[in-house]
């Protein structure tokens, strides 16, 4: 059992930054993602971070989002900016069920999850 806790989110206008945080999802020695969800959508994986410092980032992020792990303090981020209104969702942390992260991180299987935390971006 992995426990997650997501924050950091909130409302911003478009062009703006944030930072996601994730507790709980350092020191992990497998891939580890963070996804997104809005409502009426399917699920989308934006980005993977591995133990070799391998980042992926699926094509709707890359170049605004940025992926890091910070094992001291045990923490996951993701640095979003430039962000959209198309990029509102409910973000996740999540461990993926494979040792590295290869391919986009939207093909990902993600087997744990925190509760998450929500994103809008106004026009």
């Known amino acids: 059992q992995v426990n997650l806790a997501e924050s950091g989110g909130g409302s911003v206008q478009s062009g703006g930054s944030l930072r996601l945080s994730c507790a709980g999802a350092g020191y992990r020695t497998y891939c580890m993602g963070w996804y997104r969800q809005a409502p009426g959508k399917e699920r989308e994986g934006v980005a993977g971070v591995d133990s070799a410092g391998s980042t992926r980032y699926a094509d709707s992020v890359k170049g605004r989002f940025t992926i890091s792990q910070d094992n001291a303090k045990n923490t996951l981020y993701l640095q979003m900016h430039s962000l959209k209104p198309e990029d509102t969702a409910m973000y996740y942390c999540?461990?993926?069920?494979?040792?590295?992260?290869?391919?986009?991180?939207?093909?990902?299987?993600?087997?744990?999850w925190g509760q998450g935390t929500q994103v809008t971006v106004s026009s």
């Open positions: 999540a461990t993926v069920g494979r040792l590295f992260c290869s391919g986009s991180p939207e093909q990902y299987e993600y087997t744990s």
